[in-house]
């Protein structure tokens, strides 16, 4: 089940909801990440709702979660303990695509000094919106083939101003980029991963990587070779991307079933190790890439 959560993100706003998928139940787990400024977000409202409606439509399911009952910290510490969990199992809901909103609440529970969701202790700038595709490499044939096409051309029209994010968690830690012009990786994937493929390089703007859960390092605006669909492993829909950006490859193969997994990292495929795939497109770093 491929996810597409919509989440406004303020200071310590909520993380996209980190759509796990669990192949058998369907559940959503979701957590928050505190983004390492002060804030007193105590809870999550979490809506689901059909892929092609927006927040404000019916729900098929919402809930609010508290998040744990241990203090948030004022300032958070170094990478490794960001993350709050927020509620496992959510949603039980048949495989499918759905938009997840998420709303942080705050310990009073007001939007004031113009807030939006979130009390930030003061004037805060409007939260930005995170759409994310997300699953975990199994042994199985854990998501669909066209399954990341179909979340890229659900998004609409995306800005050269907006990011994007390609996370792989593997059993070392998280792997990821993290890039300007979202615009260029999503419109170049439409229109490339089910049309023979083919090699496009990304331009001088500002990119970031970070390997086994360190730090992050960048910005580089060096330009890197994205390669799609025969160009990348000879199957449709596959996506080497930003290759040897930081020294290190990342790839996914949606049309891959059973054999090498469908996720890849610096020269191994995932071959059933349950990494986490994760590719998020938002308004901002921030609320994006998590710093």
């Known amino acids: 089940m491929a996810l597409v959560a919509a989440t406004p993100a303020c200071d310590g706003g909520a993380e996209d909801a980190a759509a796990k998928e669990a192949a058998e139940t369907g559940a959503i787990r979701a957590a928050l990440t505190v983004g390492g400024l002060r804030h007193d ?46 509620a496992d199992g959510l949603f039980v809901v048949p495989p499918g695509v759905y938009r997840v909103c998420a709303t942080p609440l705050s310990s009073d529970g007001i939007q004031n000094q113009g807030e939006t969701g979130v009390d930030c202790g003061g004037p805060c700038a409007p939260c930005g919106g995170v759409s994310v595709y997300s699953f975990v490499d199994t042994p199985a044939d854990d998501v669909g083939i066209k399954s990341l096409y179909d979340f890229f051309s659900s998004l609409g029209s995306v800005s050269s101003s907006q990011h994007i994010l ?19 990786y999503v419109d170049t994937y439409v229109a490339q991963a089910n049309e023979g493929g083919g090699s496009f390089q990304s331009g001088p703007w500002n990119k970031y990587w970070r390997v086994a859960d360190g730090p992050w390092s960048g910005p580089d605006t060096g330009q890197y070779w994205n390669y799609y669909a025969a160009s990348c492993d000879e199957s449709p829909y596959s996506w080497c991307a930003e290759w040897d950006l930081g020294g290190y490859r990342w790839a996914v193969m949606p049309h891959h079933t059973v054999t090498n997994g469908e996720s ?17 497109v938002g308004d901002d770093r921030l609320s994006t890439c998590g710093f």
Request: hydrophobic letters at 45%; a negative charge.
């Open 166 to 184: 390609f996370e792989i968690v593997t059993n070392e830690g998280a792997t990821a980029w993290c890039s300007e012009n979202a615009a260029f």
């Open 264 to 280: 890849y990292f610096d020269w191994s495929y995932s071959n059933g190790e349950n990494w986490v795939v994760t590719i998020a």
């Open 41 to 86: 977000v105590v809870a999550v409202h979490y809506k689901l709702v059909a892929v092609d409606a927006t927040c404000g439509d019916a729900a098929i399911a919402e809930t609010t979660s508290a998040l744990e009952e241990e203090a948030l910290p004022e300032l958070a510490p170094p990478p490794g303990s960001r993350v709050h969990a927020g």
